[in-house]
């Protein structure tokens, strides 16, 4: 799946306490995977959803590759 801006996505799990997910790793994910694992960990620590707002897209929509 290709996101629709080319960047991951990451987000809290509704109403399931302490679980996120991360993914839309495109060809260029895995320099961002570093900045996006001290997201989550940081999320995880004190549960302030803005470390991980960054990495939401505006619209859901993705397109297949």
Not at 35 to 54: F, I, K, S
Request: charged share 15%; aromatic share 10%.
């Amino acid at each position: 799946v290709r996101t629709a801006d080319g960047l991951p996505w990451m987000r809290s799990v509704p109403h399931v306490p302490a679980a996120a997910y991360a993914c839309g790793f495109n060809g260029g994910g895995l320099s961002l995977a570093f900045a996006l694992g001290r997201r989550l960990a940081r999320w995880a620590g004190d549960g302030d959803e803005g470390h991980l707002t960054a990495f939401q897209p505006a619209v859901s929509v993705a397109q297949p590759t």
